[in-house]
């Protein structure tokens, strides 16, 4: 068994064409076919080793859309060619605290799809079997690989959160997360104010599913807001005038973060009289998957792609590091 992917020899070299045995299917794993794998800011960053784990030759991809081959010895409930998605996490030992209460996600010992293992920019990837999940027929294999990261990742957030379809929710930073979560909070039923700093990015906002539009390069606009929001999400990764972003928020209000600026630094006391909390999280649990991926099928929700050829992986990385991306960069398989 040969596995042909994509890999990166270290933090400044091109992905060329690379092959290994993945030794024999795990007891618990499936095998899927990639047909798609998004590009996620996660894999540049482990391509440069930023977080101090990346193992080389670097085989990145961690929103892979495919098929599954094969199936180990334990798998139960799926079966051969049923579409499926894996995202960040790729297995964990689904016994723990976390596994058990459904943060498998958070589990100690859970396992990236590209820490330490190769993952999605190939023809096969491997994944402990619970967290291969099914896609519904009503979604298109080519759409759906960034659901399984960027997507769950904002998703994430309305659950944890508790938000109902009454809220008033602001989503910061109209990009790669961003603009799917602008879509998931409109079909949850809120009321959604997009913020962003390039006002020509308004139009969009509003086909996206924005009622309204706050151009954050105005300080006067966002102290207008003071009180407004019950969540609000930021996916950007830049330090923000953080007291004015509590100010925004109604009492019992959250700032949930899903983009990693370096630090926050809030005053304490509006957050204590408010009783207004900031929040963070990371991707998502197994069932949170499959209720996303539901989700997208009933509200007919799918990010907006670019799509490359795999062969084309270096171009595709370039133009993601541009910062032109619009909004994720989808690489399908030959
Ligand atoms: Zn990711
Ligand atoms: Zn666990």
């Keep these: 068994m040969t596995i042909h992917a994509y890999a990166a020899a270290g933090p400044d070299a091109p992905f060329e064409a690379f092959e290994f045995d993945p030794g024999p299917l795990g007891y618990d794993q499936v095998e899927i076919a990639v047909e798609y794998c998004g590009i996620c800011h996660s894999d540049l960053s482990m391509l440069k080793n930023d977080w ?3 193992q080389y030759p670097f085989v990145g991809g961690h929103e892979v859309a495919g098929k599954i081959v094969a199936l180990g010895e334990g798998v139960k409930g799926l079966e051969a060619g049923q579409r499926v998605g ?10 723990c605290d ?4 459904g943060y498998q996600n958070r589990c100690p010992d859970a396992e990236g799809t590209i ?40 998703f994430g957030p309305f659950v944890e959160n508790n938000i109902s379809p009454t809220d008033r929710v602001a989503v ?78 109604r009492p019992g209000g959250k700032l949930h973060l899903v983009g990693a600026a370096e630090k926050v630094s809030a005053t304490v006391f509006p957050l204590i009289l408010g009783q207004k909390a900031i929040t963070a999280s990371p991707t998502g649990g197994i069932v949170t998957a499959r209720k996303m991926i539901e989700f997208c099928d009933r509200h007919a929700l799918k990010p ?31």
């Excluded at 976390?98 to 209460?101: A, G, K, M, P, R």
């Excluded at 020509?200 to 003071?226: C, P």
């Design 52 to 54: 101090g784990m990346t």
């Design 86 to 95: 894996v995202g960040w996490t790729s297995g964990s030992c689904l016994r």
């Design 115 to 154: 820490v330490a293992r190769h993952g999605g920019f190939a023809d096969r990837v491997r994944a402990q079997a619970a967290w291969a999940i099914p896609v519904p027929d009503g979604v298109d294999l080519a759409d759906c690989g960034p659901l399984f990261c960027g997507g769950l990742t904002v």
């Design 172 to 249: 910061v930073g109209i990009g790669g997360l961003g603009h799917m979560a602008i879509g998931f909070a409109r079909a949850w039923g809120c009321e959604v104010t997009a913020f962003s700093t390039s006002p020509d990015k308004e139009a969009e906002a509003r086909e996206m599913g924005a009622h309204h539009f706050l151009n954050t390069r105005d300080a006067s606009q966002l102290a207008a807001a003071a009180g407004s929001f019950d969540m609000i999400l930021v996916t950007v990764n830049v330090a923000l005038d953080w007291d004015a972003y509590v100010a925004a928020l």
């Design 98 to 101: 976390q596994c058990l209460s």
């Design 304 to 334: 907006t792609i670019e799509e490359f050829p795999m062969s084309e992986i270096n171009a595709a990385f370039e133009h993601l590091e541009s910062g032109k991306a619009r909004y994720r960069i989808v690489l399908a398989a030959g």
